[in-house]
């Protein structure tokens, strides 16, 4: 009887651990018939102790090796369980080679930055060195040193930001780091000066309160208009990549004596006339003149043995012609769209 018993208990088990397929099934089996109390295999050979030597032998005997042959094919279950898991995880893993990349964004220059480096490359293979001064200076540099005394009409040409602290302004041009430059380096000199200006103005399409110059000088003993108009010449053709047509014409600045406006044949008329120079033909591209002597002084030179000329133009202007921009504004907007046009 007893015997049949386990037979049947092997035969049962032994369907029952076929339906295993994963951990969980796994364990139940494990607890149905091994748990300690109440696994149907522990009941029987618990009750295996009120039997006769004799019979406890035979039987004893036959189920250890059920048992032994039921965990053996459990270890086995085991395996293939495992087996089963970790190619599942796998297959969830798994990488596809095939899939295109992620593309990583690469930034570019903006365009001021290239037409700035451009310009200096171009100054730097005539020897002029590359020169910065600060952002906010004083109202001496600024002012007074060029020539622009407090009661002078001419502060009122550039809008400026004056700071809380007493004496101080945001530069209104790059002017003032002629008078660094001098006193820093002496003559003879040659310098440009690029750098970030500030006027106080209401922005439209072609005012911004925060733009950039290029501010220049050449002091030696005989430097005169006839080398800047060379300079200058050579600059731009080599920027525009054409022959450009260049003209004086006399101008106010207190800094420089005599002063004159440069102008540029207009690049988008070829001088025919059109809206851009308003009909002229011409455009106006910078201030220059020869270094007041006044100037000079202020730099700690002495006006009587150098003389010299300085310049200053919008780079940022430059840029617009360059490209044809007809919004400064987009030019500080940020506006990716706009700036990726340029790489
Ligand atoms: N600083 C002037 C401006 O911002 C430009 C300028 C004019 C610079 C004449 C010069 C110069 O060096 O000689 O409008």
Redesign the pocket.
């Known amino acids: 009887m007893l015997l049949e018993k386990i037979k049947n208990l092997k035969k049962s088990a032994l369907s029952d651990l076929e339906k295993v397929f994963d951990e969980k099934s796994f364990r139940d089996f494990e607890l149905k018939y091994f748990a300690r109390k109440t696994g149907l295999l522990t009941k029987i050979l618990r009750g295996l102790s009120g039997l006769s030597i004799e019979e406890k032998k035979k039987i004893g005997k036959f189920s250890n090796e059920i048992k032994r042959e039921i965990e053996e094919l459990m270890k086995k279950k085991k395996k293939e369980i495992e087996y089963l898991s970790l190619k599942k995880k796998l297959k969830k893993e798994k990488i596809d080679l095939t899939l295109p990349g992620q593309e990583k964004e690469i930034g570019s220059l903006h365009p001021l930055s290239t037409v700035q480096r451009e310009i200096e490359d171009i100054f730097l293979q005539m020897g002029f060195q590359i020169l910065t001064g600060p952002e906010m200076e004083s109202e001496y540099y600024n002012f007074e040193a060029?020539n622009i005394p407090s009661y002078h009409p001419a502060r009122d040409?550039?809008d400026t930001f004056y700071m809380e602290e007493e004496g101080t302004v945001l530069r209104?041009?790059?002017?003032p780091v002629?008078i660094r430059a001098m006193q820093d380096y002496g003559a003879p000199l040659k310098a440009i000066v690029p750098g970030r200006?500030f006027r106080y103005e209401a922005t439209d399409a072609s005012h911004d309160n925060t733009f950039y110059?290029i501010?220049?000088?050449m002091i030696d003993k005989e430097i005169n208009l006839a080398n800047l108009k060379a300079i200058m010449q050579e600059v731009l053709n080599r920027i525009f990549k054409k022959e450009v047509k260049l003209r004086f014409r006399p101008?106010y600045?207190p800094?420089?004596e005599p002063?004159l406006e440069l102008d540029l044949g207009c690049l988008i008329c070829e001088g025919k006339g059109c809206s851009v120079c308003k009909q002229s033909g011409w455009v106006e591209f910078?201030?220059?003149?020869m270094?007041h002597p006044n100037v000079l002084k202020a730099g700690k030179i002495n006006p009587k043995k150098w003389q010299g000329?300085?310049?200053?133009?919008?780079l940022t202007r430059l840029v617009m012609m360059k490209y044809g921009i007809n919004d400064i504004r987009l030019l500080s907007g940020g506006n990716l769209n706009f700036l990726k046009q340029f790489n």
Do not use: D, R
């Not at 910078?286 to 003149?289: I, N, R, S, V």
């Not at 000329?309 to 919008?314: D, E, M, P, R, W």
């Open positions: 060029l040409m550039q209104t041009h790059t002017s002629q200006v110059q501010e220049g000088l101008g600045f800094f420089v002063g910078m201030g220059a003149g270094i000329f300085a310049f200053g133009f919008g």
